[in-house]
């Protein structure tokens, strides 16, 4: 007798490892889409800065999203905390912009009154997920485990951050129109060996652009100001000019 037994070849979640892959992360945020276009529709969406032709007129466009690699629950129920806390900080960073520019820093302790470190812990979560999706649509060279573990923290009651996963915050500081948002490709960067070291993207919206760092050995890094929570000591964050580079000129994509 012959036995026959049908694999499932279903895509899991890359956060849990157990439910199908079936829910797609939005690329930029939908609140921050609406933020900056004043949730007015239609507007047009471009990839690799080549406008399309058809208007865009739902912000849930699938055009807006990564391909799924998520389940329903860790998009939602999982990590509805970190989303949370990134949509208070970026419509604090929307509305206070000019004032943010002039001091050259943004006032956590005003967004976050009762919490920073753990806010802040939450909003470095939201981009370890956005990460986690580009690594895995662009197949990236880096392993997620990391990436699940920080996320799977969120709702406990001490949040933990990634270790190796930074940000910074800047004024976008180009010509475009105040409505418009980007994010980048994910850019890997390897060592001699061939091993990644340095992963970057960055998320723009509006005149904010937010950088976001993978990084296990910064020797050959300079970070430019990007941070940790952990290394958030104060209430004061201060504002990058520029985003982060290499030192090393031996580092290949």
């Known amino acids: 007798m012959c036995e026959i037994e049908l694999l499932d070849t279903t ?24 933020i900056v276009f004043n949730g007015q529709l239609p ?26 690699s998520l389940c329903r629950k860790c998009n939602n129920e999982v ?23 002039l ?13 920073v470190d753990r806010n802040m812990i939450l909003v470095q979560l939201y981009f370890v997920k956005m990460f ?17 573990k920080a996320i799977l923290t969120q709702n406990e009651k001490h949040p933990k951050e990634h270790p190796f996963v930074y940000i910074s915050f800047r004024d976008s500081a180009d010509l475009r129109s105040e409505s418009y948002t980007e994010i980048s490709d994910i850019d890997t960067f390897k060592n001699n060996a061939g091993i ?13 652009t937010v950088d976001i760092i993978y990084s296990e050995n910064n020797y050959n890094i300079d970070l430019n100001g990007a941070l940790k929570p952990s290394d958030m000591c104060n209430n004061n964050l201060l504002l990058c000019a520029t985003a982060p580079t290499l030192r090393n000129l031996l580092y290949e994509r």
């Open 11 to 34: 895509p899991k979640c890359w956060i849990c490892s157990v439910n199908d892959a079936d829910s797609r992360e939005h690329r930029i945020k939908g609140s921050d889409q609406k």
């Open 132 to 148: 986690g999706c580009a690594i895995t649509e662009f197949e990236a060279p880096i392993n997620l485990n990391s990436f699940s």
């Open 43 to 68: 507007i047009y969406y471009g990839k690799n800065r080549i406008r399309q032709q058809e208007p865009i007129t739902d912000f849930n466009d699938k055009s807006f999203k990564y391909d799924p």
């Open 196 to 208: 990644v070291e340095f992963a970057y993207m960055f998320y723009r919206i509006g005149d904010v």
């Open 79 to 101: 990590t509805q905390k970190s989303d949370l806390a990134w949509e208070k900080l970026s419509r604090s960073l929307h509305n206070d912009w000019e004032l943010i520019k």
């Open 103 to 115: 001091n050259k820093a943004i006032t956590l302790s005003k967004i976050f009154p009762n919490n």
